[in-house]
């Protein structure tokens, strides 16, 4: 049991530290309801969720759970074009071209404009840090308070075409991607415009990221822009992804942003060839991924990073997982933090050795599961309850800072 166990540690370490990204694919083989995946997203205990061509699945690691409409009259249809994970009260958010639907862990609720949606042909659909859920439609934008929806088209402002995508400012004002109007900018009350004029790469703009100190990442039909806390115009990427010629600009399908900072764009062109993939880039340089690495399939629709910061991107060919090679870069034990005692059995003391300027702290098994999470009391050291917990190797992290925990 031992030599097992030292074992497992010897693997963790070197998955951990490695440099080269491993990818995993997954396709109906697996458990998918079909390898055309939509839309994805994760929950606060990191089970990914699909929206595909024939419903919605719940992958948690190990087993496979399929929702469509034959196991569930609520959901409008079975092709699912959004799907949101909701982290304020955990609630599955999914839009087709028929409406969208809420699953709150026992049962789907059917919404359509009827309701109060403002189109049924719903793009996407994001949280906002106040927990309101917002709609990107064919129309315009819905806004949803868990009690009364808010429509915004072009008669408030809006641009004719709908909005494909939504993000919140680091103020809190609303980003909205248009089809055809370039970036605009809801405070809450009226609308503002960014487009070519103001340095964005194209008007056709499809994804929107924030990082950390506030920029925004603009995809379009021909690259990225990236503008700062004032709508002010920073930098333009057009060739993050290498075409074949006479391709060389990249329409962005997708952005991500992860925790360490990296910036993860899908790109997917089809005018004459279909040819896509990711490009990932670490403040310096782009690093491609595509077939040729192993990725599901070169029509890239959506991506989701999980509570581990795996990548995850769908495809038409199924759904590819980018594993991170950044989980212990900074250790803690580099940064000063101890952990006591490792291995432990009851409880778990962490002494940051001075305060921590982060507030939560999470743990997660070898599978990369959410198994607990821990508001941080700001003082020199925090006591982590580990009692209930299995015997196994896991990942204790908090923000970029990553130990291996062992539990007897």
């Known amino acids: 049991m031992i030599k097992q166990l030292l074992g497992s540690i010897l693997l963790l370490g070197t998955a951990c530290i490695s440099n080269a990204q491993t990818i995993t694919n997954y396709t109906t083989t697996d458990g998918l309801p079909s390898n055309n995946v939509l839309c994805l997203s994760t929950d606060v205990s990191n089970n990914i969720w699909f929206g595909t061509q024939a419903g919605v699945a719940k992958y948690d690691g190990s087993n496979w759970t399929v929702y469509n409409t034959t196991t569930d009259s609520a959901i409008p249809q079975n092709t699912i074009t959004a799907i949101l994970a909701a982290r304020k009260d955990n609630k599955i958010w999914i839009g087709t071209d028929n409406g969208a639907a809420m699953y709150d862990g026992a049962k789907w609720t059917k919404y359509t404009t009827t309701d109060g949606l403002g189109s049924d042909r719903i793009n996407h659909i994001f949280e906002a840090k106040n927990g309101d859920i917002w709609f990107s439609d064919f129309k315009g934008a819905t806004k949803y308070d868990g009690t009364t929806f808010t429509n915004l088209d072009n008669t408030d402002g809006l641009p004719f075409g709908g909005v494909l995508d939504i993000k919140e400012a680091l103020n809190g004002d609303i980003l909205m991607a248009t089809g055809l109007g370039g970036l605009f900018v809801y405070d809450g009350s009226k609308f503002s415009s960014y487009t070519v004029v103001d340095g964005l790469k194209s008007n056709s703009t499809t994804a929107l990221a924030v990082e950390q100190n506030g920029n925004i990442w603009i995809g379009t039909g021909e690259g990225v822009s990236v503008f700062d806390t004032a709508y002010s115009h920073v930098k333009t990427f057009t060739r993050m992804y290498t075409m074949p010629a006479p391709d060389t600009l990249n329409p962005v399908e997708d952005i991500k942003i992860d925790s360490r900072g990296n910036v993860w764009v899908g790109i ?48 038409s060919a199924g759904v590819s997982k980018i594993s991170s090679p950044y989980l212990t870069t900074q250790s803690m034990a580099s940064n000063k933090v101890q952990i006591y005692p490792n291995p432990a059995r009851d409880v778990v003391i962490i002494n940051f050795g001075s305060k921590p300027e982060l507030n939560t702290l999470q743990l997660f098994n070898y599978a990369g599961k959410l198994v607990l999470e821990k508001g941080i009391n700001l003082s020199f050291s925090q006591s982590l309850d580990i009692s209930d917990l299995r015997s196994g190797i896991y990942l204790l992290r908090i923000g970029s800072l990553a130990s291996k925990v062992i539990v007897e």
Do not use: C
């Not at 690093?287 to 959506?302: C, F, H, Q, S, V």
């Open 268 to 315: 997917y062109v089809d005018y004459l060839v279909t040819v896509g993939g990711v490009a990932m880039y670490n403040g310096s340089t782009w690093a491609n991924y595509d077939t040729d690495d192993g990725l599901a399939g070169p029509t890239i629709r959506k991506m989701a990073l999980d509570n581990y910061n795996n990548l995850w991107v769908g495809t």
